[in-house]
């Protein structure tokens, strides 16, 4: 079996993204299951490894230097990917503020890769294939970095037809799934109860779920947001759409926190990411939990597997 190269991002140097990226490593199984390539500054990097610099970095040197030498490493490891240097990319968390400060004008890492890999849509999806309630929970977020007042604006039937399509088309491609059934989360509570509380499931989830039928992506809803989840935990569903950030990260968390990965599908490369954040408050201190951190790139691998590429290597 092919054994795959996976670049690591460190993420912003500050935060625990090097220490939990180091406690995952020191896991005999994630240390066996692939050729793991370090992309950070200097210092972070193992002495007598493939591990590849973006140059050097100090804690002195403050949160935008952190930020911007955090995003070159991301650029850095996506001309890796798409070199077909790596066969995927595992991402440690970045500080969003930093990263702005540090030159880089985009949202997170999904708008990022899918910019640099010249991606036409990219989906942010939270996978976890165990959970506290005991089933797989991947929820996908069809608008991610928003603040909430702009999400009516920018959630359309055709952003839907979109994220779900990709959806289906990366459960069969990456999960091996073949017939991959994917409920579209409610924007207003109840489903908005046929209008009392909004039109949004009328105006825009019933005409994406029609125009998903004629293609023959099996999706079902509008669902309320709190039936949904459980729902899919229980496996009516393969994924679920949430209709924006954090009604869809409140439950995935509450269901896989330790255990989820961060996956985006639409790039051409498998990239994954844990589901924490930088954690500047614990950085340093040696009690980072590297548990989302193992996950992540253990599923990079199995994922690395089943995705077949032009120009992956030999």
Known sequence: MHRPRIAITLGDPRGIGPEVTSGALADAEVAAAAEWVLVGPNALLRAGTADVSVGPWAAEDGAAAAGRIAGV???RATEM?????????VTAPIEKN???????????HTEMLGELAGAADV???????????????????????????????????????RQASLTHQGLRRLWGIASPR???????????????????EARIVEPALRVLAEA???????????????????????????????????AFKTAAFGAGVNVTLGLPFPRTS??????????????????SMKEAMLLAVRLAARFDRPGARD
């Open 73 to 75: 490493a991301i650029r």
């Open 81 to 89: 990917a798409l070199a077909g240097e790596v066969d995927a990319i």
């Open 98 to 108: 930093a990263f702005r400060a540090g030159g880089w004008h985009y949202p997170g």
């Open 123 to 161: 989906v942010m999806m939270m996978a976890a294939e165990r959970t506290a309630l005991g089933g797989a929970l991947r929820v996908i977020l069809a608008t991610t970095h928003l603040a909430l007042r702009d999400v009516p604006a920018a959630l359309t039937a055709e952003l839907l037809v």
């Open 182 to 200: 994917i409920a579209l989360c409610a924007v207003n509570p109840h489903a908005s109860d046929g209008g009392l509380f909004g039109d949004e």
């Open 216 to 250: 023959g992506v099996d999706a079902r809803g509008p669902i309320p947001a709190d039936t949904v989840f459980t729902r899919a935990v229980r496996g009516e569903f393969d994924a679920v759409v949430a209709p924006y950030h954090d009604v869809g990260m409140a």
């Open 274 to 291: 844990p589901d924490h954040g930088t954690a500047l408050d614990i950085a340093g201190r040696g009690i980072a939990d590297p548990s």
